[in-house]
């Protein structure tokens, strides 16, 4: 009898608690397919999205329902249903109907939606702080496909990488395919905290889905869109502040839906190559609020990467606002015969408007743990919520074989033992890495070529190194690396040996190194050994200014907490200063001559400094006021902060310790915060420092403060570098103040040229200052177009003598 009992019981819970699927194709009066309808039940905020073939499925439990069919530019359709058992239901949508109606032209001929944006702009602030917080769930779907490609690229035959990523014989196919789950929460104004709860790739079993909410995130009540590298301005809403300054608008209808007025309005740039949205809004009318988007850019908006890219964004009733209830990207390019595209789509659903939050719940912004990516394909038949096509299924299980077998030891293995097989022309060009994927294990050797170099000290010199790198920690995703160099110069004929480790030590990181080296007197290394090789051996410059130490250095640096750091370095170094050894060059023009390698008395080669020995600590802590981290199973990931970070530094010359002859203190502070957003301007960074000997009984020139400075061609990047300042003579033992700023226009101006708008050029402008006591008000302007990663500048210096000068400078690299 108890057995009966519970048979029943169990029989009556299964029923109650059983899910049924309701599955079905929304097309449109032709029998084409809609894709990304939305479908959701009435009065709730649960629903999905039909797939790019228009097919949807949704999992309910028995019951009676409304459930909407929804589309841009299609009137919904309701269907009332009893819901037993799976059930298929097609729908067919036809095309809405926008009437003009008694619409009111004004008596300068404005159209009528102009007064319809006037109030949607006027209400914008009003429903973009409506919502003070929410949490929702969130599936995200993402897919990119090569649409064509040349049938060989750099030499290699495509059609043989191809099948590395699953393509055809036609160099077609899916090269990406990921879902995702998150729980999303949020609270005004703009703290997010995000929890992936599964993710899916195709052909990465232990890989994480690069799909995020925030990333998809698109707030046209916000009066910029602000899309990362796919465009170097912030694109403008068409309800934005100055929206009337930018866009041209057209009333096309209004029609009524579920009981609400809705105004359809054509949005088109006023001048082509803003960068501006086109396509189709909806406004409801009474309330102005957003009913729904279909825009577009293109390349004239000057976007990067792609062709095209169209986001459709649709809203549904929680309490007494509106939510988004599905985002969609979808997006086209081509780059060097590589033809691609491909969609994001995401659906939020169970919105809770009132929920309660703790003060810590927003420091984490993403969290994603290891179980996220151990979900089975029955969980997500179960779970996702827009129907996979056929092509997606087959991707998925074609993939999900290899990617097993691509796990094994055998296979890591049998790869390892081809891209180790030794090369000759590595050793030459390139490096030679031996790699051993299943113990997380790398042995890598320089190239003999990266390894020659010339200065005027050593001569032509060998400067060859090798390291060893293993992952200690799964976990966190810590490795352990040990280094080492070789050095000899054969014009002074001596010989430098270095060794080094960095050891993880949760949450710190222990750095130790010791034996001899050949080192620039500037510590910033301000020139390349490349770049002085050049110069030497080409123009007869040589920059570069060495000496020789012998050395052991013990550091330790990691986060305290948040965005609080902190460091700390003590070293011992004996110290000799170099004469030069070889004046060779293979050309020798009449308009340089080699200098001595004292930078302070260029004509004779006497000693800068005596041999001396030097024992200093270093400290250095700095802040940036954000606390915002990711969690990911290998570690946190803090959060570059919206704020300046502030730094301090202490350096103390240590007497009388291990022969150590120095004895000064120095201290120093610095603010510094790169790439400002300052929405149509572009951005901005900048740095300032300032320090001052507070001791100075005896130091030598390797203990100075030292400036980044430049006087070839080429620099590098870096916020705190100068264009056109001396390597060396301006270092200073005493005090110093230093400031540099940089303006990124984002092409705000050049955009507007005809022609040269093509070239997606950003206009960049800096500034750069230092005052010392031997250097009073130095400072320089320079002005400048980047593109991609290649910058070229003209600057000039303002100051006095040989310190006033014009030059150009070429940066490679961000």
């Given amino acids: ?99 003009l109606g008694d619409v009111t032209i004004t008596s300068n001929g404005e159209d009528p939606a102009y007064a319809i944006i006037r109030k949607a702009i006027k209400k914008r602030k009003t429903y973009l702080n409506e919502v003070k917080a929410y949490t929702c769930d969130v599936y995200i779907k993402g897919l990119q496909k090569l649409l064509d490609a040349p049938k060989r690229f750099l030499g290699r035959d495509v059609n043989e990488l191809g099948r590395e990523f699953g393509l055809d014989s036609n160099r077609r196919g899916i090269i990406y395919l990921s879902e995702s789950e998150s729980k999303f929460s949020y609270r005004h104004p703009g703290q997010v905290h995000e929890e992936m709860i599964s993710s899916k790739v195709s052909g990465r079993n232990r890989a994480f889905s690069f799909n995020r909410a925030t990333d998809l995130s698109v707030n046209f009540y916000e009066n910029f869109e602000s899309w990362g590298g796919l465009s170097n301005r912030p694109l403008i809403s068409p309800i934005a502040e100055n929206a009337l300054f930018y866009y041209n608008y057209k009333l096309l209808g209004q029609t009524t839906e579920n009981g609400e007025n809705i105004a359809k309005i054509q949005v088109m740039p006023k001048r082509r190559y803003d960068p501006c949205f086109k396509g189709i809004i909806y406004i409801i009318k009474d309330s102005w609020r957003l009913y729904g988007v279909d825009l577009y850019v293109t390349k004239d908006a000057n976007i990067n990467f792609v062709d095209t890219v169209k986001v459709s964004q649709q809203f549904f009733p929680v309490n007494n606002s509106w939510m988004p209830s599905t985002v969609n990207f979808e997006f086209k390019g081509s780059i060097l015969g590589f033809k691609f595209g491909g969609y994001f789509i995401s659906i939020y659903k169970n919105y809770n408007l009132n929920p309660s939050f703790d003060k810590k719940d927003f420091a984490e912004v993403l969290r994603i743990t290891r179980e996220v990516n151990k979900k089975d394909s029955a969980y997500w038949e179960q779970s996702r919520p827009v129907p996979l096509t056929e092509e997606e299924k087959a991707d998925y299980i074609k993939k999900d074989k290899v990617a097993q077998h691509r796990e094994s030891k055998e296979y890591l293995d049998s790869l390892d033992k081809v891209n180790n097989k030794f090369r000759p022309v590595k050793l030459f060009w390139g490096g030679v890495n031996i790699r051993k994927r299943y113990e997380k294990e790398t042995y890598h ?78 510590q910033t290394t301000a020139i390349t050994p490349l770049n002085n090789t050049l110069h030497s051996l080409l123009l007869r410059q040589n920059f570069e200014k060495l000496y020789q130490k012998q050395f052991v250095d013990i550091a330790l640096s990691g986060r305290i907490y948040g965005g609080w750091r902190a460091s700390a370095n003590i070293g011992w170094s004996n110290r000799k200063w170099l004469p030069n050894a070889s004046l060779y060059s293979i050309f020798k023009p009449t308009y340089n001559e080699y200098t001595s390698n004292n930078p302070l008395n260029l004509a004779v080669d006497v000693p800068l400094f005596p041999e001396n020995k030097a024992l200093t600590l270093s400290l250095r802590t700095s802040y940036d006021f954000s606390n915002k981290y990711e969690t990911y199973p290998a570690g946190r990931r803090y959060l570059p902060s919206k704020y300046p970070t502030i730094g301090f530094s202490y350096v103390k010359g240590i007497n009388g310790v291990l022969g150590s002859v120095v004895d000064y203190d120095l201290i120093s502070a610095d603010i510094s915060k790169i790439n400002i957003p300052l929405g149509m301007f572009g951005r901005t960074s900048f740095y300032i420092g300032a ?32 264009l056109l300042l001396d390597y060396y003579t301006f270092s200073t033992g005493k005090q110093y103040i230093e400031g540099h700023f940089e303006q990124n226009f984002s092409g705000f101006f050049l955009n507007k040229i005809p022609l040269i708008r093509k070239l997606r050029l950003q206009e960049i402008v800096n500034l750069n200052y230092l005052s010392t006591p031997n250097l009073v008000h130095y400072s320089e302007l320079a002005f400048g177009v980047q593109y991609l990663n290649l910058r070229v500048m003209y600057g000039h210096s303002f100051n006095s003598g040989s310190n006033t000068v014009s030059a150009i400078r070429v940066r490679i690299g961000f």
Avoid at 460 to 470: L, M, Q
Avoid at 480 to 498: I, P, S, T, V
Avoid at 501 to 519: E, K, Y
């Fill in 445 to 522: 050797f320089d190239s003999a070529l990266g390894a020659l170099l010339f200065n005027t000290v050593e001569g032509f010199a060998f400067n060859y190194g090798a390291s060893y790198t293993k992952q200690i920690d799964t976990l966190n995703n810590r490795y352990l690396r040990l280094g080492a160099h070789l050095r000899y110069g054969f014009a002074d004929k001596l010989f430098n040996a270095n060794v080094n480790a960095t050891v993880p030590m949760h949450p710190f990181t222990l750095n130790i190194g010791g034996g001899s080296d050949i080192a620039d007197l500037n």
């Fill in 1 to 99: 009898m108890k057995l009966f009992l519970s048979v029943i019981f169990l029989s009556v819970s299964i029923t109650a608690f059983a899910q049924v699927n309701i599955s079905g194709k929304i097309t449109d009066e032709k029998s084409n397919p809609i894709p990304f309808a939305t479908i959701y039940i009435k009065n709730t905020t649960q629903g999905t999205s039909a797939n790019i073939e228009g097919n949807y499925a949704l999992q309910l439990k028995p019951g009676q329902y409304t459930i909407l069919y929804r589309a841009v530019g299609y009137k919904p359709e309701t269907k009332l249903l009893d819901i037993k058992a799976a059930t298929i239901i097609n729908v067919t949508l036809t095309a809405e109907t926008y009437q």
């Fill in 691 to 722: 320090g001052k000997f507070i001791n100075s009984n005896n130091l030598y020139y390797p203990d100075y403060k030292q400036f980044a400075g430049n006087h070839t061609l080429f620099y590098q990047s870096g916020i705190s570098k100068f």
